[in-house]
């Protein structure tokens, strides 16, 4: 991957610069709720299995 060097950055105008941070913090926070999200989906999932293993029948004579 390539860097930006500081020479470069400068030689943006500031608006320019400005965009670039703004689209760098949109980014990050797009793949940062994706990844939020994948996480909240595995341990649903999870949750979820325990929960049907609370539903069996032979917990249900246990309980009784």
């Known amino acids: 991957m390539r ?8 030689s943006l105008p500031e608006q320019a610069q400005q965009e670039l941070l703004d689209f760098f913090y949109f980014l990050k926070q797009k793949y940062n709720q994706h990844q939020d999200a994948q996480e909240t989906q595995a341990f649903s999932n999870h949750s979820a ?16």
């Open 49 to 64: 299995q325990q929960v049907s293993d609370w539903l069996l029948p032979e917990e249900d004579e246990v309980w009784k």
């Open 3 to 10: 860097s930006i060097t500081v020479t470069e950055w400068q």
